[in-house]
């Protein structure tokens, strides 16, 4: 296929820049219609309505003429340069033989290429597994050297082959279905250890708060971690259970708690547990209504909070860490 070459300034050109928009489509199709035809540029008179299916065609090729951009010639008109910058008839036609020749010699190639794929597929074995004596002649364990006293010079069978017997044991395959694995049925010692295991991480001075909480309807997560438990522990020490399951309870009555940690700050500020020995009953929390903390107090009780579950860890632990 031939192509029309063009200036990257065509458009701009002082010839080109003032032409009708009809004389510029016929310019432009005049010379798409000699590269096609082969014409090197000539456009006759009964061909120009072919040329450019466009109104005035006969207009617009006199405004052609005018610019320059087209030659008249006896019975019709020539491009003006199309062959300074367009191949001839002659070379286009050698262009398309040569490429031709090119395509038939590239299927030819490739025919040849198929065929001898064809013969070597139907030459060629039809099972590479097979047992017969071909093989065993060609394998590299059958034709290898064989010297007095080698216990392989008796092997008179390929590598490759197997025996149904050697395999079952070697391989560990058998063709009965695999042995169920003997069942075990948990005592009840085991079934209470595996349910505490399910709660790993909590101690055992804070499980009988955990039962007495979860007794009482209150169930929430305990995402207390290492030394995280010693100021919980010292609440426990100090307040008792009992106030801190009563205080619980209300607190959960009241709004939604997913996590222990929530309690920790009332618990806090929970009274102690009287001496022992002085016969007075244990305290209980009373629940009076108080107003709500500003963000400032909420806050500053948020760090003397923290402050004494440090000074409650220190204790508990001794004074070291």
């Known amino acids: 296929m031939p192509w029309v070459r063009l200036d990257d300034r065509f458009p701009t050109h002082r010839k080109v820049a003032l032409l009708s928009d009809r004389a510029f489509r016929l310019y432009v199709s005049a010379l798409c219609w000699s ?31 005018e610019a320059k951009l087209w030659d008249r010639v006896d019975g019709g008109w020539s491009i003006h340069d199309y062959l300074e910058y367009n191949p001839d008839r002659s070379r286009v036609q050698a262009d398309r033989a040569a490429n031709a020749a090119r395509q038939k010699a590239f299927r030819q190639r490739r025919a040849e290429r198929e065929a001898e794929a064809r013969n070597a597929s139907s030459n060629a074995p039809h099972n590479g597994v097979t047992g017969d004596q071909y093989d065993a002649e060609n394998d590299a364990s059958a034709t290898r050297t064989r010297h007095d006293g080698d216990t392989t010079a008796l092997r008179t069978d390929s590598e490759n082959r197997s025996s149904p017997q050697v395999d079952a044991f070697r391989n560990g395959v058998s063709n009965g279905p695999p042995s169920p694995p003997p069942s075990h049925t948990p005592s009840p010692t085991e079934k209470e250890q595996a349910s505490r295991t399910r709660e790993h991480g909590i101690p055992e001075q804070a499980r009988p708060l955990v039962d007495a909480l979860t007794a009482n309807g209150v169930i929430v997560r305990w995402p ?58 244990a305290l209980r929390t009373v629940d009076t209504p108080r107003p709500p903390l500003s963000p400032q107090a909420a806050r500053r009780n948020e760090s003397r909070n923290l402050l004494d579950n440090l000074a409650a860890q220190l204790r508990a632990t001794g004074g070291t860490q």
């Open 35 to 65: 590269s096609e035809n082969l014409t090197e540029g000539l456009i006759l008179d009964r061909e120009l309505t072919l040329v450019a299916r466009l109104r005035g065609a006969k207009t617009a090729a006199t405004e052609l003429e």
């Open 224 to 281: 207390f971690h290492g030394n995280e438990w010693f100021p919980l522990l010292a609440l426990i020490s100090r307040t008792g259970i009992p106030a801190m399951v009563d205080h619980a309870t209300k607190v959960a009555a009241r709004t939604s708690v997913e996590s222990a940690k929530y309690f920790v700050p009332g618990w806090g500020e929970l009274p102690p547990l009287p001496p022992p020995g002085d016969g007075r009953p």
